[in-house]
């Protein structure tokens, strides 16, 4: 955890182009809006939006930032890694840090976010006693460490 800080003013573009990076790879696909995902989606456009969340905003940075988690009153708003880096611990050091640190308990996810279940179904298999990835994806809501809750939105 000791690469994951307070996000600043000068992360906030970085910030914003992985996660439009993450929305164009995992949300697309499933609501193929290309005026929303390449017009109106852009870094320019969007970096604004998190001038006022600097305090609910943690960075993974290891000299690059190459991931973020927001989180307000307990829930997980946001988490994205760059894409190219997803597989390496990034997500899972983001989300312990948060529910150790920022007392987060919960996240809503589409249930189409392939991505993110994979996610899930990668810390489950960490888990002792909790290796049936299968059942993770069936579930409307999954607890993770005895205290996390990943919940289900269906579209």
Sequence with gaps: MNHIRPAKKIDL?????IEIFNYRLNFY????N?????????VSGQTGKY??????LRVYDDGVV???????????KKLFVEPVLQGNGIGSKLLDYAIKKMDAQFLWALEK?????????GMD???PGQKNSKRVQRKRSFV?????????VIV
């Design 113 to 121: 976010n392939a991505g993110l279940f994979l996610f899930i179904n």
């Design 144 to 152: 993770w460490n005895g205290k996390f809750q990943f919940r289900k």
């Design 66 to 76: 190459k991931g973020f988690i927001h989180v307000e009153n307990r829930e997980v």
């Design 29 to 32: 696909p499933i609501f193929q």
């Design 13 to 17: 573009a970085r910030i914003t182009e």
């Design 34 to 42: 290309d005026v929303f995902y390449f017009r109106e989606l852009q």
């Design 51 to 56: 001038r006022n969340a600097l305090d609910s």
């Design 125 to 127: 298999s960490r888990l």
